[in-house]
Antibody, heavy 119, light 104 residues
Framework: EVQLLESGGGLVQPGGSLRLSCAAS????????MSWVRQVPGKGLESVAF????????EYADSVRGRFTISRDNSKNTLYLQMNSLTAEDTAVYYC????????????WGQGTLVTVSS | DIQMTQSPASLSASVGDRVTITCRAS??????VNWYQHKPGKAPKLLIY???NLQSGVPSRFSGSGSGTEFTLTINSLQPEDFAIYYC????????FGQGTKVE
């Protein structure tokens, strides 16, 4: 059974940093693309960062490019999202999502971790 | 980035109704569109991939169609558990989602 377990969310001040982790199990992590998708309260889903299973060029939403960095450690079956220069607009539930092969078709999702940016 | 425009933003339906949601892409994405169901406090769930393929375990009352720039999700005989928000998403380039359709 595929399991994705996010951690690292919490309260952070504007301008601060946070690193999210997603521990994956139940599938061959190194063979699947992965993504971070967020939902701002009352708004829709937004894919903020996407990374193929080969350590190629990550893809970012315009709203986070230059501030967020997605990475993966295939030896630890873990996906990361380093978030810097956070603003109130980054307050959201962040989901870890598994792609299918190289595709950004997300067939499994974690339960999400809440990030709140507030002073 | 490719923009995905969903309509309607919300709709009111009853159990047993047929529901249709439309998604339009800002450029051709062939058949690279997926549909998800999202309920409050839960993880999104993949329903349809590559425009018309039913994800394993998803009831057959859900179906998808379309190609190019116009896509449709249909729910035949709406069930109580289907009241949720539905999103389209393109996987042709950097992934983007539609704004969502609330079925209430």
């Amino acid at each position: 059974e595929v399991q994705l377990l996010e951690s690292g969310g919490g309260l952070v001040q504007p301008g601060g940093s946070l690193r999210l982790s997603c521990a994956a199990s139940g599938f061959t992590f190194r063979s699947e693309a992965m993504s971070w998708v967020r939902q701002v309260p009352g708004k829709g889903l937004e894919s903020v960062a996407f990374l193929g299973f080969i350590a190629g060029r990550p893809e970012y939403a315009d709203s986070v490019r230059g501030r967020f960095t997605i990475s993966r450690d295939n030896s630890k079956n873990t996906l990361y999202l380093q978030m810097n220069s956070l603003t109130a607009e980054d307050t959201a539930v962040y989901y870890c999502a598994k792609g299918t092969g190289a595709s950004s078709t997300f067939d499994s999702w974690g339960q999400g971790t809440l990030v709140t940016v507030s002073s | 980035d490719i923009q995905m425009t969903q309509s309607p933003a919300s709709l009111s339906a009853s159990v047993g109704d047929r529901v249709t949601i439309t998604c339009r892409a800002s450029q051709s994405i062939v058949i690279d569109v997926n549909w998800y169901q999202h309920k409050p406090g839960k993880a999104p769930k993949l329903l349809i991939y590559a425009a018309s393929n039913l994800q394993s375990g998803v009831p057959s009352r859900f179906s998808g169609s379309g190609s190019g720039t116009e896509f449709t999700l249909t729910i035949n005989s709406l069930q109580p558990e289907d009241f949720a928000i539905y999103y389209c998403q393109q996987s042709h380039t950097t992934p983007t989602f539609g704004q969502g359709t609330k079925v209430e």
